[in-house]
């Protein structure tokens, strides 16, 4: 058995460590902490649950049945059963949000995952479009618009998340750029119009 050449070994650890679940809870705890206090840490945790941990469990159960190969969802033709799934999720932490008054940023930043996962699951169809790039672009993208430009400074952790995708041939250079770009401006121009 071969040792894996150090560059695997770094971009598996940011494929894992960044993926997309991870970057969620970072978005969402940041922007419900900072712009809302406790109260909007509380509605964090709430739209969580439906955005974070509901699809992670679901994943999970698809590992176990063995209809699922990994937590990142590898297959393509997999994702189009997984996508719609989390869609649900999404749209049920957005209903619940709208209806009970959650803050707005926060419930603007649900329907802005929702309205990536629209384009991402077209696309889907017929190519494997990197979720990676995609989150992490989109999340990069929300907290510039909600908390200010300073935080377009973490976009080259998109294009290291990006790179870990390559090496680790989970996607092609395109794959990545088109996610990045994808939900950067479907997640940026969602947020910035619901709130």
Request: charged share 10%; with cysteine; glycine share 10%.
């Amino acid at each position: 058995m071969t040792e894996p050449l150090p560059s695997t070994t770094r971009a598996r650890q940011i494929t894992d460590g960044l993926e997309p679940k991870n970057v969620i809870i970072c978005l969402v705890l940041l922007l419900g902490g900072l712009r809302y206090g406790w109260s909007g840490l509380g509605w964090a945790v709430f739209a969580l649950l439906f955005t974070a941990v509901v699809p992670t469990l679901f994943i999970k159960r698809g590992i176990r049945r063995g209809t699922l190969e990994d937590r990142h969802v590898g297959h393509r033709q997999r994702r189009l059963t997984v996508i719609p799934f989390v869609m649900g999720s999404v749209a049920t932490a957005f209903a619940v949000m709208l209806g009970l008054d959650a803050p707005t940023d926060l419930t603007a930043i649900v329907l802005a995952m929702f309205a990536s996962l629209v384009p991402i699951l077209a696309i889907t169809v017929w190519w494997k479009v990197s979720l990676h790039t995609a989150v992490s672009s989109g999340a990069v993208v929300c907290l510039a618009i909600a908390l200010g430009p300073w935080w377009l400074l973490l976009y080259p952790l998109v294009v290291l998340i990006g790179w870990s995708r390559v090496v680790l041939r989970d996607h092609t250079t395109a794959q990545t750029i088109v996610g990045a770009a994808v939900g950067g401006l479907t997640a940026g121009l969602t947020f910035w119009a619901a709130r």
